[in-house]
Structure formats: structure tokens, C-alpha cells
């Protein structure tokens, strides 16, 4: 069965642009969360989408958002870049709204310049 | 809001238990704690969670304290492939909606195990 998996794996963008990172969960699981992970505040919850909405949201500005598909891949999109959201993106999947075992990709690294 | 604190890093010899503390005080009754590890270059891996009483599962033992103001991820024979972070999770009901949460991370503990 094959993993989660998220594209690209690495990206280089510059303060200002825009940057869209996409997740496609393991078969079958419904739910996709996306998280930021950096040395100084470590690992943060971004969203989790489950049937194509937006079902929990964590404290990030609005300029992080994301969006989910009827077949429960996902994209997240960050737009007006900031040097600080230099970061890995993870995403995780798991069967079903808010369950316990999520399933993590290996991460998008995103540096912003 | 709750808080998770764990020690930054632990030492353990291979086949040894191995025991990883996470204090959360301000834990409320709903909370669930959640641990996730995470080994070099590799996205995060569900390992234990539990509410009340201590849990255990094929990789792992959460014990709680009774006040649950505390929990202990132990390990229980620790083999080099167990070398990863480690990380202590809350999960808040937040009630706004069915399978609604907040989530509190601690920084992690980065176990190393030496041969």
C-alpha cells in the first residue's frame, strides 16, 4: 500500500511569490492535515480537510490556505511568501475526521529567499 | 492553554527500557495525549495515545499519572532504529463541531540509543 505522498519534495521561492504544495493520502483515508515544522517553533497544525471542507484550522494568517479534492488529494497554497515561512510542510492522512493515527508524507521543504 | 514540556534530549543503551517524560499541568479533562516520533529526515509516526489509564500497543506503554498532569512514553526494549524524536501531543475538543480540536505540541525529546 503506498504511502502519503507530496510534491514537490523541495522548492525554492522568493519573498512575495506565491507557492502551491500538494498531498495525496494513502487509499482510502479521507482526511488530510497539513502542518509547518521549523527549528524555532518546531511543529505547528495548519488544517485538516475531510470530504472537501475545511474541518479544523489552526492559528495561522490567512494567507495559508489549502483545499481538498473529491478524491481526498490536497493542496495547500501560501501566498505573499514571508522569509519566515521558510519551513518543512508535512502533511498526514488518516481514515477518517480527527482520527487518532494520522499517516505523515515525507514533507515538502520550502525556502524562501 | 494547555502546555507540553519535555526534555530536550535523553540517552539510552540499547536493550534497555527507556522512559520519556512530557509534563502538561494545565491539561484539561478532555485532552488526549498523543505521542509521535520522528526519525531523521522522515515525517512524523504515530506511536500511543490514551485519556485515563495507561495504554499499550506493539511498539509502546503510555503510563498517566493518575492527575494526569503527567504521562510517560516508556520503551520498552530500545534498539537503534528507536533513535528519533520524540514528540508529546494534546488534542483539545474544542466543541465547535463534530471531530472539532485544538492540538498543543511539545518541542520534542531527541533519544539517541547507544549500542
Known amino acids: 500500500k503506498a504511502g502519503v505522498t507530496q510534491t514537490p519534495r523541495y522548492l525554492i521561492k522568493t519573498r512575495g511569490q506565491q507557492v502551491t504544495l500538494s498531498c495525496s493520502p494513502i487509499?482510502?483515508?479521507?482526511?488530510v492535515s497539513w502542518y509547518q515544522q521549523t527549528p524555532g517553533q518546531g511543529l505547528q497544525f495548519l488544517f485538516e480537510?475531510?470530504?472537501?471542507?475545511?474541518?479544523n484550522k489552526g492559528n495561522f494568517p490567512g494567507r495559508f490556505s489549502g483545499r481538498q479534492f473529491s478524491n481526498s488529494r490536497s493542496e495547500m497554497n501560501v501566498s505573499t511568501l514571508e522569509l519566515g515561512d521558510s519551513a518543512l510542510y508535512l502533511c498526514?492522512?488518516?481514515?477518517?475526521?480527527?482520527?487518532?493515527?494520522?499517516?505523515f508524507g515525507p514533507g515538502t521543504r520550502l525556502t524562501v529567499l | 492553554d494547555a502546555k507540553t514540556t519535555q526534555p530536550n534530549s535523553m540517552e539510552s543503551n540499547e536493550e534497555e527500557p527507556v522512559h520519556l517524560p512530557c509534563n502538561h499541568s494545565?491539561?484539561?479533562?478532555?485532552?488526549?495525549i498523543h505521542w509521535y516520533r520522528q526519525l531523521p529526515s522522515q515525517g512524523p509516526e504515530y506511536v500511543i495515545h490514551?485519556?485515563?489509564s495507561n495504554v499499550n500497543n506493539r511498539m509502546a506503554s503510555l503510563a498517566i499519572a493518575e492527575d494526569r498532569k503527567s504521562s510517560t512514553l516508556i520503551l520498552h526494549r530500545a534498539t537503534l532504529r528507536d533513535a528519533a524524536v520524540y514528540y508529546c501531543?494534546?488534542?483539545?475538543?474544542?466543541?465547535?463541531?463534530?471531530?472539532?480540536?485544538?492540538?498543543?505540541f511539545g518541542k520534542g525529546t531527541k533519544l539517541s540509543v547507544i549500542p
Open positions: 494545565t491539561i484539561s479533562g478532555t485532552d488526549y
Open positions: 501531543i494534546l488534542r483539545h475538543s474544542t466543541y465547535s463541531g463534530a471531530g472539532s480540536y485544538q492540538l498543543t
Open positions: 487509499s482510502g483515508h479521507r482526511s
Open positions: 480537510y475531510f470530504s472537501e471542507t475545511q474541518r
Open positions: 498526514a492522512s488518516s481514515l477518517g475526521l480527527a482520527d487518532d493515527e494520522q499517516f
Open positions: 490514551g485519556l485515563t
